[in-house]
């Protein structure tokens, strides 16, 4: 897909993709905001802000408060790319979140997912 296209994406719609993913291994909305927040540095307060006005997925990485420094220890692949390798910096932010949520359904405990 055309990265233009991805940036473009509602914010709502994605998320509520990613809740689903995980609710469907068993895991909880909650533990995807907090995947969400640990990322991004969004309050629990701010994120449902965004999620009630209509935001862009792209814009949601871009207004992002604090990247967490530790997301840079995120590896492996996503949609048949390695994460760590990817060059476009706003594109390897999705594909960050996209990796926690796959370890989140993937039955991780959340200390491994944040990298404590």
Same mark, same amino acid.
Do not use: H
């Given at each position: 897909?055309?990265?233009?296209?991805? @940036?473009?994406?509602? !914010?709502?719609?994605?998320?509520? /993709?990613?809740? *689903?993913?995980?609710?469907? #291994? &068993?895991?909880?909305?909650?533990?995807?905001?907090?995947?969400?927040?640990?990322?991004?540095?969004?309050?629990?307060?701010?994120?449902?802000?965004?999620?009630?006005?209509?935001?862009? @997925?792209?814009?949601? !990485?871009?207004?992002?408060?604090? /990247?967490?420094? *530790?997301?840079?220890?995120? #590896? &492996?692949?996503?949609?048949?790319?390695?994460?760590?390798?990817?060059?476009?910096?706003?594109?390897?932010?999705?594909?960050?979140?996209?990796?926690?949520?796959?370890?989140?359904?993937?039955?991780?405990?959340?200390?491994?997912?944040?990298?404590?």
């Amino acid at each position: 897909m055309d990265s233009e296209k991805v @940036y473009q994406m509602d !914010f709502s719609k994605v998320y509520l /993709l990613l809740v *689903n993913k995980a609710e469907k #291994k &068993g895991r909880t909305k909650q533990e995807v905001d907090e995947v969400i927040r640990w990322l991004t540095g969004y309050s629990q307060e701010e994120l449902e802000g965004v999620l009630e006005k209509s935001a862009t @997925y792209g814009d949601f !990485f871009r207004n992002a408060p604090a /990247l967490n420094e *530790n997301r840079r220890l995120i #590896k &492996g692949v996503v949609c048949g790319i390695r994460v760590e390798d990817i060059k476009e910096p706003l594109m390897q932010e999705i594909r960050y979140l996209d990796k926690l949520v796959d370890e989140l359904a993937k039955g991780k405990s959340m200390d491994k997912i944040l990298r404590k």
